[in-house]
């Protein structure tokens, strides 16, 4: 137990200074709200009125973010591959051309559709 101490010391400070960092600012912090401050910020303009159900986010949207998570994966599996490409052999690198040709596939299949075009 004695090992997880420093640990816990370290988890108790950051949650303590977390919990008095908000304290603090709802004290400190000056209370005076007008419509700008309340108001969604959108890069400076004018936000448009939503329906009260939310709305629809526009299917670009989805598409965005599913290419940044595929992105984000390809970049997950590449990092490795390239520190150790030299003990995997040929081996690591026919499994990183298959690989990024999958991923290549799914980034021209996006292209066509017109998922990187922005109006």
């Known amino acids: 137990m004695e090992l ?7 988890v108790l400070l950051a949650a303590g200074f ?7 600012s709802a004290i400190v912090g000056p209370k005076r709200y007008n419509r700008a401050k309340v108001d969604s ?20 949207y989805y598409i965005t ?16 591959w390239a520190v150790h490409f030299d003990a995997l052999g040929i081996f690591g690198l026919v499994e990183m051309v298959i690989f990024i040709a999958t ?12 998922g990187l075009d922005w109006d």
């Open 103 to 114: 991923v290549f596939v799914a980034y021209v299949y996006v292209w066509r559709r017109g």
């Open 41 to 60: 910020y959108e890069c400076g303009i004018e936000p448009t009125p939503q329906p009260l159900g939310g709305g629809r986010f526009p299917v670009k």
């Open 4 to 10: 997880y101490t420093p640990v816990l010391a370290l």
């Open 65 to 80: 973010a599913m290419m940044f998570i595929v992105f984000d994966i390809e970049t997950i599996f590449l990092i490795p």
């Open 18 to 24: 977390a919990v008095f960092s908000v304290i603090m």
